[in-house]
Structure formats: structure tokens, C-alpha cells
């Protein structure tokens, strides 16, 4: 399948989703609770870091209607931004939250294959959206993100992980889910490190795996930008 037909499948397809918790979750409202409760583990585990990120900017890549940034980031960071390419989700996330609510901050209407962030973050999430990003423009989001990571910044990954060695695609909705060697390799070759992952837990069985990670630029990567300073 060619890069272009991938991503506009992937538009068509959620341009037609309800923009409902359900609608952005597939028909599984049920386990949002608990998957906030996880991240909320996970994320508080990385803000008590000796060096931990700072909690003035996040950004929610692949917001939806903002069921992350409402119930985990906003609680947490002063400013949240939100990328979403949907714009209908942008407008409700907008509505969920609150258009007054002073910790909302800039809305980016585009998708990650095309979104550079141009602010410094904290913590950049990205959660159950990297599977709509071929390999290679995966790799070149997860840079661009790297250069847009205020000290102590982190990215932090949440996605589904096969249990096979194989990538597994959905042609419904025009995505990919990939196994964790993959992961890990496509990590690497955006120099970036894993400093803690997990796996959430409490999910039915009928549905991937879903692992967190927490990723820094890696040493060799750190040297070079004190170089370049």
C-alpha cells in the first residue's frame, strides 16, 4: 500500500468516527478509567525522577477529543497543547475541556507524519496514534520530537504491541500494530533511550498488549548537542 493511500484511508476513516469517547476508543469506553489510572501511575513514576521533567508544557500528540489531556496532562502541566488531525475531535476536545480553561493551550489541526512541534515541551505524549505513521515517517516524528524536549523532557509512548514478531495491520482503520523488537529498533535508530516501561494492566484480553515507555535522547545524542552549543 502506498504512503499516500495509508494516511488518507486512515482520514476517511476517522472522519467518520463519532467524536465520543466510544467513537475515538473503538467501542471501549469502558476501559478509559483505568487506562488513566495506569498512565497516571507510569507518568507520576517519571516526574519523581531524580531528573525528572519539568510539568510547565506538555503536548498530546494524536489528542482525539482530549480525553488525555482532560483526566491525565491537564491536572498536571500548566499548559497543555493538543496535535490532532481531526478537526471535529480539535472542536470537541476544545468544548470537553473548556475554551476558558487557562491550562488549555495551542490546538495543531495537522497530522503527526507532517506535525513539527515548535515549542519546548516537558513530556510529549503519544498514545494509541504511532500505528497511523509508516516506519520511516515514525522515526522522523520521534526526532522531531526529540529536538522539541525541554530539559529532563520526555516522550512518552503508549501503544498496542503484537505478541507475534510480526507487524499486524488494521484495514479498517488504516493502521499498523507493530511487535516490541520493532519498537525498540525504531526507537533506537531516533537515538532515543528507554528509562522505564510497562505494561497496563486491567485491559480485557480480546485486545493487544499495551506497553508504555519512557524515552530521553541517549547519551551519544546528548553530547552532540552540547557540542553544538
Excluded at 5 to 18: H, M
Excluded at 37 to 58: H, R
Aim: aromatic share 10%; hydrophobic share 40%.
Amino acid at each position: 500500500m502506498s504512503e499516500n493511500i495509508f494516511y488518507t484511508k486512515a482520514a476517511k476513516y476517522w472522519g467518520n468516527v463519532p467524536a465520543t469517547i466510544d467513537g475515538v476508543l473503538g467501542g471501549y469506553a469502558h476501559i478509559s478509567d483505568i487506562d488513566i489510572k495506569g498512565s497516571k501511575a507510569f507518568l507520576n513514576d517519571i516526574l519523581a525522577l531524580k531528573n525528572a521533567p519539568g510539568t510547565k508544557l506538555a503536548l498530546d500528540c494524536g489528542a482525539g477529543i482530549g480525553r488525555i489531556a482532560q483526566n491525565l496532562l491537564i491536572p498536571l502541566f500548566d499548559k497543555v497543547d493538543l496535535a490532532e488531525q481531526e478537526e471535529r475531535f480539535l472542536s470537541a476536545a476544545k468544548t470537553r475541556i473548556g475554551a476558558t480553561n487557562i491550562r488549555l493551550g495551542s490546538l495543531y489541526n495537522e497530522g503527526l507524519q507532517n506535525f513539527t512541534p515548535q515549542k519546548k515541551y516537558d513530556v510529549i505524549w503519544c498514545q494509541w496514534v504511532l500505528g497511523h505513521l509508516d516506519d520511516f515517517d515514525l522515526i522522523a516524528f520521534l526526532k522531531r520530537c526529540k529536538k522539541a524536549l525541554n530539559t529532563n523532557g520526555a516522550i512518552i509512548v503508549k501503544e498496542n504491541i503484537t505478541s507475534s514478531e510480526e507487524i499486524e495491520y488494521d484495514d479498517e482503520d488504516s493502521s499498523v500494530a507493530r511487535p516490541y523488537k520493532l519498537m525498540q529498533l525504531i526507537f533506537n535508530e531516533a537515538q532515543l533511550d528507554v528509562i522505564k516501561e510497562d505494561v497496563q494492566d486491567g485491559f480485557p484480553n480480546d485486545i493487544y498488549k499495551v506497553y508504555s515507555f519512557a524515552l530521553v535522547p541517549n547519551e551519544l545524542e546528548k553530547r552532540a548537542l552540547v557540542l553544538t552549543l
